[in-house]
């Protein structure tokens, strides 16, 4: 190798934070190879397999069935089921024409985004908040305007605090996520409702992460076209339907956009994976599995809200939805990321420090999945006993 070589430079737009999560995760993974028991607490992922009804798709359509490229959109047979389910769930109708499957909601939003702001565009993110938004910003030339929310607010954005963003500098989109990663706070109908009316009025594009549907525990979640016809919505099958690594979501855009993500899609992606929609397709049908999974969160979620308080960390986020609870360490420290390194090394139990989802406060909190076995739910509370009182 020559030494003598220039070292490749990486793209100025390649410059973006990492996904600190994930960073947890691989390290996780080391020390376990190494030899370690590791409580997985860092990324948000079903620990359940996918229902038997999508594995069950997914092998008929391997037994001699092409599996090559779908139309951009994918395959109309899955849209149109997604077009049901919001008339289903949400009483809302959907023309499968405005429906676009994706690369996971990942894709969704890289699509979203290009279809809908140029370079330079302000869109508005709730802060703390998934981690991906602000660096696929980054990588795409946006700029992100934090709408910060906590205790005061219950950890929900209002209609008063869009408009007061827009009327200080003009902003270009609103993204939502409800239920929210990382503190499970969910939107309510009226403040969807407001929030909806102040971007019409003001002509701001609103996008509603919705991932997360299908997690609620104590009231379910509305979506944002219940309210607005113009917003965007992403969704995906990772969460509540158990398929995170099949890659597979989904857009449902207003009338004068298909065209467009289709031809975004036709170069960045062709078209999302043809097994996954296949799969996908029958995920609807396993209503009865998924709730059973959901039931194992909400056992989670309950021995975790009842023990953590316990151990000194008694400052939640609400925890309506998702599978996550956002803790407050400030008691124990003004550094997440070093008190989850050692939370990993010493405890064993991997965790995800708050500064992902909020570069000014999250030093003082860290995020716990509980999309784990209830078992893993109990040890988590005894070795996190045992480190928080040592």
Wanted: overall charge neutral; proline content about 6%; aromatic content about 8%.
């Amino acid at each position: 190798m020559d030494q003598t070589a220039p070292v490749l430079k990486a793209a100025r737009r390649a410059a973006i934070a990492p996904f600190i999560a994930m960073d947890v995760k691989r390290e996780a993974s080391l020390l376990e190879q190494a030899g370690a028991a590791i409580v997985h607490m860092e990324v948000g992922e079903p620990s359940a397999p996918p229902p038997r009804r999508v594995r069950e798709a997914a092998i008929a359509a391997l037994g001699g069935q092409k599996v090559g490229y779908t139309d951009a959109l994918g395959l109309m047979s899955l849209r149109q089921r997604i077009a049901r389910h919001y008339r289903e769930s949400y009483g809302v109708a959907v023309d499968p024409a405005r429906v676009a499957a994706t690369t996971g909601s990942s894709g969704g939003f890289v699509m979203a985004f290009l279809a809908l702001f140029d370079p330079g565009a302000r869109v508005a993110i709730q802060n703390p908040g998934y981690p991906a938004y602000r660096n696929i910003f980054g990588v795409l030339g946006l700029e992100a305007v934090d709408l910060p929310i906590d205790s005061s607010n219950n950890f929900a954005v209002t209609a008063a605090a869009v408009e007061q963003a827009d009327a200080a500098r003009k902003l270009d989109g609103l993204l939502l996520m409800s239920p929210a990663n990382p503190t499970g706070a969910m939107q309510s109908a009226e403040s969807l409702r407001e929030i909806a009316a102040v971007c019409e009025r003001r002509g701001i594009r609103l996008i509603s992460d919705e991932i997360y549907h299908g997690l609620t525990y104590d009231r379910p979640a509305q979506t944002a076209l219940a309210f607005s016809d113009r917003a965007i919505i992403v969704n995906s099958f990772s969460k509540y339907y158990c398929m995170t690594g099949w890659r597979i979501g989904w857009l449902v855009v207003p009338p004068e956009l298909p065209r467009v993500v289709e031809r975004l899609q036709q170069s960045l992606a062709i078209s999302a994976p043809t097994l996954s929609q296949i799969a996908a397709e029958a995920a609807f049908d396993a209503g009865d599995e998924l709730e059973a999974v959901k039931a194992g969160y909400r056992r989670n979620r309950d021995l975790l809200l009842d023990g953590l308080p316990s151990l000194g960390l008694d400052q939640l986020a609400p925890a309506d939805g998702a599978f996550y609870i956002y803790a407050d360490v400030s008691r124990f420290t003004d550094n997440s990321t070093a008190l989850c390194h050692e939370l990993l090394h010493r405890a064993g139990v991997a965790a995800t420090p708050g500064v992902d989802f909020d570069p000014h406060r999250g030093a003082r909190a860290l995020r716990l999945s509980y999309a784990g076995a209830e078992t893993d739910m109990v040890e988590a509370l005894k070795r996190l006993k045992g480190f928080l009182r040592r």
